[in-house]
C-alpha cells in the first residue's frame, strides 16, 4: 500500500476533529477505531462546553445530536446525613449556547457519518496493535498482519494511550495522574425530566456533588439530564482509592450513591439502559508528555490535555481542539514536504496560544490543591452541618443568630489556623 497522508487512530472526538480539518484541506486521512461504531467505546459525564470551541468547531457541530442546553447548575455538598445545594440559573446560560449534555454514542456516531460523507474512510472494529517505523521516525500502524504506512500517524486513541507509549511520548503511569469514572445512562420520560428538573422543553440540568458521594476520597458525583436519559456517575482518584481503608470500589459508591435521599425521587422509575466505566487524566498540565514526534501527533485524552477539578471534568473541547490544532500542523507540514518533531512543532506552539493549554497552565496548581481529604470529607461534613444546626428549632431557646453561627463555626473547627491557612492558598491556585 503506497503511504497515504495521515491515519489517526481512535474515532473520538479528538481525532474525528482532526480528520474534520484534514478532509477540508484535502489530505487522504483514514481513521481507524477498536469499537463496533465510532462512539461505542466512549464514556463522557455529559456536558460539552461550546464557546471554547465556537470559532474552530461551529462548522463541524452544526446541527449536531446535543441532549439539552443546560441551564441550571447544581452543586451539592453531601455530608454522611444531609446535605447543602446551590441551584444556580440565569438569562445568560438561557440565552447563549454555552453548554450542551451530550451522550458520546450518538455525538460520535453522528460526526463520523458527517465525516464518510465528506469522503474520509472512517474503519470500525479496527484495533491498532503497533507502529511502523522507518528511520527513527514512525511511518504508520500495524493492525495483525495490515499494515498503513502513512506519513503521520495521529494518536487520539484516548487515555492510557498505547500509541504514545510505543512512541515514547508520555510519562509512566502513576495511579495518583488519573481518575476512574462509573457512569449509568437512565431511561427516564423527556415531561418527567422537566417537571422532576423544573426545566422546559430542550432544557436540562448539570448537577454536581462533592463529599460523601466519594467517601472521603478525591472525585465527586455528576448528574446531567438528556434529551429522555439521565446520566448519572461516579468519578473517584485512583492513587487516593488504592489507599482508603477500607477499600471501596468505584462501583460500590455508585450504587450507595443512586440510594441517596436527594437522588431517589429524581431517580424513581428510571430504568438503567447502559452501564460504563472509563479512566480520566487527572494530572493536568504537569501530566502532558510531548504533544508530537518524527511522524506522529497526540490529541485529546491521549496527549493528557483534560482538566478533572474532582466535580467537573473538562476534556471534550480539549479533544475537538487538539484534534483540529493537530490537524493545521499537519497541513503545514505537508506544505513544507516536512513530517519530522521540528515540521510539527508547530502543534505545540498553536495550543499554547490557545484555550487548551493556557486554561490547563491556569489550573496547574489544581491537583495539588485538591489533593487534600479536607475537601471530600471535613467541609461536606461541616457545611451540611452548620446549616442544620441554623435550622434546628427545638424546645431549648436558641438564642441569637449570630452568636449561634459564630459558636457553631468555631465548634466546628472552620475557624482554625489550618483552616484558614486553606482558605488564603486559594489565591495561589
Ligand atoms: C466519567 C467521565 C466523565 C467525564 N465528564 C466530562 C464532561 O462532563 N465534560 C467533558 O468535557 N469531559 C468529560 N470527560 C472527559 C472526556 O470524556 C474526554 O476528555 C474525551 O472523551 C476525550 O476524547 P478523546 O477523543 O481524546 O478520547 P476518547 O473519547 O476516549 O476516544 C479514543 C478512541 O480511541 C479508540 N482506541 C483506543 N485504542 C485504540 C486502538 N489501539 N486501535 C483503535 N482505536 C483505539 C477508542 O475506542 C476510542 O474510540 C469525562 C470522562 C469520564 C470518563
Keep these: ?64 445530536p446535543f441532549e439539552r442546553k443546560v441551564v441550571r447548575e447544581r452543586w451539592s455538598l453531601l455530608g454522611s446525613a444531609n446535605s447543602v445545594s446551590i441551584d444556580h440559573t440565569s438569562d445568560r446560560f438561557r440565552n447563549e449556547d454555552h453548554s450542551y449534555t451530550v451522550l458520546r454514542a450518538r455525538l460520535d456516531r453522528w460526526l463520523s457519518e458527517r465525516l464518510m460523507a465528506r469522503g474520509v474512510f472512517v474503519i470500525p472494529k479496527y484495533r491498532v496493535d503497533d507502529l511502523l517505523w522507518e528511520n527513527g521516525a514512525v511511518a504508520g500502524i500495524r493492525a495483525g498482519a495490515e499494515e498503513i504506512p502513512a506519513h503521520v ?28 469514572g462509573m457512569k449509568e445512562v437512565l431511561e427516564l420520560p423527556e415531561e418527567k425530566i422537566n417537571d422532576r428538573f423544573n426545566v422546559g422543553d430542550g432544557e436540562g440540568v448539570a448537577h454536581l456533588f462533592l463529599g460523601d458521594v466519594t467517601k472521603g476520597v478525591f472525585g465527586g458525583g455528576f448528574l446531567y439530564t438528556n434529551r429522555d436519559t439521565l446520566s448519572l456517575g461516579v468519578v473517584a482518584g485512583i492513587g487516593a482509592m488504592m489507599g482508603r481503608v477500607p477499600a471501596l470500589d468505584a462501583s460500590t ?42 511522524g506522529i501527533l497526540l490529541a485529546g485524552d491521549a496527549a493528557g490535555l483534560a482538566l478533572n477539578m474532582g466535580v467537573t471534568v473538562r476534556g471534550m473541547e480539549f479533544a475537538i481542539a487538539s484534534g483540529m490544532t493537530a490537524a493545521e500542523a499537519i497541513v503545514e507540514a505537508k506544505a513544507s ?48 452541618g452548620l446549616v442544620e444546626k441554623m435550622m434546628w428549632f427545638d424546645e431549648n431557646p436558641k438564642g441569637s443568630p449570630g452568636k449561634t453561627l459564630w459558636k457553631e463555626l468555631r465548634s466546628s473547627g472552620m475557624l482554625s489556623v489550618k483552616r484558614l491557612i486553606e482558605l488564603y492558598r486559594i489565591r495561589n491556585i
Design 1 to 64: 500500500m503506497d503511504r497515504i497522508d495521515v491515519v489517526i487512530v481512535g474515532a473520538g472526538l479528538a481525532g474525528l476533529s482532526c480528520a474534520w480539518v484534514l478532509s477540508g484541506h484535502g489530505l487522504q486521512v483514514i481513521v481507524v477505531e477498536r469499537g463496533d461504531f465510532a462512539g461505542s467505546k466512549n464514556v463522557t459525564g455529559g456536558r460539552l462546553y461550546l464557546k471554547p470551541i465556537n470559532a474552530m468547531g461551529s462548522e463541524m457541530l452544526d446541527g449536531a
Design 153 to 180: 500517524v495521529v494518536a487520539a486513541d484516548g487515555v492510557l494511550s498505547f500509541m504514545g507509549r510505543k512512541a515514547g511520548l508520555l510519562p509512566p503511569l502513576s495511579p495518583k495522574a488519573y481518575a476512574v
Design 253 to 294: 459508591l455508585l450504587e450507595m450513591f443512586k440510594e441517596r435521599y436527594e437522588l431517589r425521587r429524581l431517580l424513581d422509575g428510571a430504568k438503567t439502559v447502559e452501564y460504563s466505566a472509563h479512566v480520566i487524566p487527572e494530572a493536568g498540565y504537569d501530566g502532558i508528555g510531548k504533544l508530537c514526534g518524527n
Design 337 to 384: 514536504g516536512d513530517y519530522s518533531e521540528k515540521g510539527l512543532t508547530r502543534y505545540g506552539e498553536r495550543l499554547r496560544e490557545s484555550f487548551v493549554l493556557k486554561d490547563l497552565e491556569a489550573s496547574r496548581r489544581v491537583p495539588g490543591y485538591l489533593d487534600n481529604d479536607s475537601f471530600f470529607s471535613y467541609y461536606p461534613e461541616t457545611f451540611p
